[in-house]
Structures are given as C-alpha cells and as structure tokens.
C-alpha cells in the first residue's frame, strides 16, 4: 500500500485548505483511511476517518463541523478539506490506512503512512 499526501500550505486564520490522499497498491474496500497531525513538540493525533466501503465518517471534537473527510472511489483518493482553519490547526498532516473496517482513533493502529504535507496557519 502506498500513501501520497499533498495540498498544504500557508493560509491565513478564518482560510481554507483541501488536502488529498492518493492511495495504491490494494483494493481498499474493506480499509479504512484517516487523516492525523502532528504538531511541533505534541503526540501524532487523530483528526479523521472514513470507512471506504461505506463512506461513514468519524472525526476528533477538535475539527467536528470545520474538517470533511471522503473517498472518491474512482480516483482512489481521501480529500480533507478544512474550513474555518486557526493557529491550532498548524501541523503536519499524514494520512493513514487500516485493513479493518472497524474505525480505530489510535496512530498505533494504523498499518500504512504517507509522507506528511504541512500545513501552517498565520494569525
């Protein structure tokens, strides 16, 4: 399985951003996809998940109502936009995948890692 994060950068407090995760390798319908961050100094943290056969989505109360994760199933990528962005939200993004269906929070419990894409947002 391979992972390819990319769509970060700079933006301005209250901006947004669209991150994309380009999957390979496997057929991922029974995997689930998550996005976590990592910011300067802190533990790698859960920001949000999707079920790619079903398309449910969970995410941390942290982002609920501001972050979209989803699958387009044709192109085999897991988009991340995120809206209403603050300095909080300044890391480095990884997207994730498990073989399970069953949605994990944990970074431990995810198998395959993509490179990481910054994202940094100035106040």
């Known amino acids: 399985v391979q992972l390819q994060a990319s769509g970060g950068g700079l933006v301005q407090a209250g901006g947004s951003l669209r991150l994309s995760c380009a999957a390979s390798g496997r057929t991922f319908s029974s995997y689930t996809m998550a996005w976590f961050r990592q910011a300067p100094g802190k533990v790698r943290e859960f920001v949000a998940a999707?079920?790619?056969?079903?398309?449910?989505?969970f995410y941390a109360d942290s982002v609920k109502g501001r972050f979209t994760i989803s699958r387009d199933v044709a192109k085999n990528t897991v988009p991340l936009q995120m809206n209403s962005l603050n300095a909080e939200d300044t890391a480095v993004y990884y997207c994730?995948?498990?073989?399970?269906?069953?949605?994990?929070?944990?970074?431990?419990?995810?198998?395959?890692w993509g490179q990481g894409t910054q994202v940094t947002v100035s106040s």
């Open positions: 994730a995948a498990r073989p399970y269906t069953v949605v994990a929070f944990g970074r431990t419990q995810y198998n395959y």
């Open positions: 999707i079920r790619w056969g079903g398309g449910n989505t």
